[in-house]
C-alpha cells in the first residue's frame, strides 16, 4: 500500500479498530463505516473517520480495498454489490497477510469448532521454545492487524494464527504454511446455511498454501477429513485410534492414554503429563499442535518443553490451587452443556461440580448421565439452578447455594482430601457477571481468599 490512498473498514471491534489503526499508521486515509449509529472511535484512532448509521450508497467508490470485520458477513448485500462493482473486498486477517514487513517468518494457522484457543496458544508455547521471537495471535489475544502496529517493529520470526471461520471468509491470498483443521460440530448456523456451508469457509486456510506447505488435521473426524481433500499440500493426521491406517493421509500421528507416537519420519514419543492438558481432548490439541511445531521445524526436546511447561489457558480447565489435598479447577469458560461434559470427562472423579447461570435451553440430561459414578455433589447457582437440581435430584446430593460465594463456602466445608472442586457452570454468565471471564476471575479470587487447612480425609 502506499500513503494517502483511501481504505474502507467495515465494523469497529478488535479486528476492525486493529485494521484501521494498521492502516492509518501507515500513512492511508481510513473511513470505517459501522451500522451502530450509537458508534464511537475507540482511543488511539486519531484522523480516522467514522460514518455510523446506514453504509451511503457507493460507499466503495475512490477506495483502494474494503476490509471487513469478521463479525460482517460478506454475504450483506451492500458487501456483494461492492464485489459486484468490481471492489477489491477482503478480510482484515488478509490486510494482516498482504502488510506483513519484509522478512517476516511463515504463518501458522488453527482452525476448528472447539479447542482452537488452546491448540494456539500451545502451539505458541512450543515454537517459542526454540523461536522466541514468535507472534501468536488472531482469534485469541492480539489481532493480527496489531503484530506490525509499529511499522519500525522488526520482524517476528514465526506467527501463529488462531482463524475463526469468520475470519477465513475473508482470506485471498493468506498463504499459512502450516494450516490446521482440528474438528467440526454444528456452529453458528445462524450465519451460515447448513454445516457444509461452515465447513468450507473453514477450508479457505487451504487456499493461499504452496509447495513446500503442510496440512494437519483430525483423522477421528470424518467431515474434516473430506475436507482435508481440498488442501493441495501433504495432509498428515492425528488419530486417539490404534487401530488406524494412514491411507492418503503423508503420516499419522497416534495417541493415548498419556503419550502419543509420531509414526513417520524419525519415531518419536511424546509424553503429556502436564494438568493443563488433562483429558482426551486435550491430547488431541497436544497432538496438532506438536505436528505442526515439528513440521514446522521444531526439534522434538523443544516441543517436548512445552508440553511439560504449558500454563494452559485461563477460565480452561484452569488449575486455582490445591488446599487440604483438595484440587480447585475453574472452568468458567464452560457455558454450555457439552462444555461442561468435556470437563467431567477429563476427571477421573470424587468431584464437587459448581453448575448454574444463565441457561441456553439444552437439556441438563447429558451433564447428569455423564456424572454417575463421578459427581460426589452439586452445588447450584444463579437462574437454572432449579433445573440443574431437578435435573440431578436422586443422583448425587444437592446444595442451593445461589451464589458463587455460598458455593465456594460450601464445598471448602463439604470437600475431603482427593476431592476436585470443579466450577464448570454449563450455563452463561450474565445473570449473575459481566461475562464468564468476570465470573471465573470471581471463583479464583475466592478460592484463593481460603485460607490453609490440614488435609481433610
Request: charge should be neutral.
Amino acid at each position: 500500500m502506499s500513503p494517502g490512498q483511501t481504505f474502507i473498514v467495515i465494523g469497529l471491534g478488535k479486528s476492525g479498530s486493529g485494521a484501521a489503526r494498521l492502516l492509518s499508521r501507515r500513512g492511508a486515509h481510513v473511513v470505517v463505516l459501522d451500522e451502530n449509529p450509537a458508534a464511537t472511535l475507540p482511543p488511539g484512532l486519531s484522523g480516522v473517520e467514522l460514518k455510523a448509521g446506514p453504509f451511503p450508497p457507493e460507499f466503495w467508490k475512490g477506495a483502494t480495498a474494503v476490509v471487513v470485520s469478521p463479525g460482517v458477513p460478506l454475504s450483506k448485500p451492500e458487501l456483494v454489490a461492492a464485489r459486484a462493482a468490481g471492489a477489491d473486498v477482503y478480510g482484515e486477517i488478509e490486510l494482516a497477510f498482504r502488510t506483513l514487513p519484509k522478512g517476516a517468518g511463515p504463518l501458522l494457522g488453527i482452525t476448528g469448532t472447539n479447542g482452537k484457543s488452546t491448540t494456539t496458544a500451545l502451539l505458541g508455547e512450543l515454537v517459542k521454545q526454540h523461536v522466541p521471537r514468535t507472534f501468536v495471535g488472531g482469534n485469541l489475544g492480539t489481532a493480527f492487524t496489531l503484530a506490525y502496529e509499529d511499522p519500525t517493529e522488526a520482524p517476528y520470526a514465526q506467527h501463529v494464527i488462531e482463524l475463526s471461520s469468520f475470519q477465513l471468509e475473508g482470506v485471498k491470498d493468506a498463504r499459512f504454511h502450516g494450516a490446521a483443521i482440528l474438528n467440526l460440530t454444528p456452529d453458528h448456523l445462524d450465519r451460515y446455511p447448513n454445516q457444509e456451508a461452515y465447513g468450507l469457509a473453514k477450508t479457505r486456510i487451504f487456499e493461499g498454501q504452496q509447495p513446500g506447505d503442510f496440512a494437519v488435521i483430525n483423522a477421528d473426524d470424518p467431515d474434516v477429513v473430506m475436507m482435508s481433500r481440498r488442501a493441495k499440500v501433504p495432509v498428515y493426521a492425528f488419530t486417539l485410534d490404534g487401530q488406524r491406517t494412514n491411507p492418503g493421509f503423508a503420516g499419522l500421528v497416534v495417541g493415548s492414554g498419556e503419550k502419543f507416537i509420531f509414526t513417520f519420519g524419525a519415531p518419536s514419543v511424546f509424553t503429556v503429563t502436564n494438568r493443563a492438558l488433562r483429558g482426551a481432548h486435550n491430547l488431541q490439541n497436544a497432538m496438532a499442535a506438536a505436528m505442526m511445531a515439528r513440521l514446522g521445524g521444531i526439534p522434538d526436546a523443544a516441543i517436548q518443553r512445552g508440553l511439560d511447561s504449558f500454563p494452559g489457558l485461563a477460565h480452561r480447565l484452569e488449575f486455582v490451587r490445591e488446599r487440604g489435598g483438595v484440587e480447585w479447577i475453574n472452568d468458567s469458560k464452560a457455558t454450555n452443556v457439552d462444555s461442561s461434559l468435556v470437563a467431567l470427562k477429563a476427571l477421573a472423579g470424587n468431584v464437587l461440580l459448581i453448575a448454574g447461570g444463565k441457561g441456553k435451553g439444552a437439556p441438563y440430561a447429558p451433564l447428569v448421565d455423564a456424572a454417575r459414578g463421578k459427581v460426589k455433589a452439586v452445588l447450584t447457582i444463579g437462574k437454572d439452578a432449579p433445573l440443574i437440581a431437578a435435573a440431578f435430584a436422586g443422583v448425587c446430593p444437592i446444595h442451593d447455594c445461589g451464589t458463587i460465594e455460598k458455593a465456594v463456602s460450601q464445598a471448602a466445608e463439604i470437600s475431603t482430601r482427593g476431592d476436585v472442586v470443579l466450577l464448570s457452570p454449563a450455563c452463561a454468565s450474565y445473570d449473575q457477571f459481566d461475562h464468564f471471564e468476570h465470573r471465573g476471575d470471581v471463583f479464583k479470587a475466592l478460592v484463593n481468599s481460603l485460607g490453609e487447612r490440614p488435609s481433610r480425609d
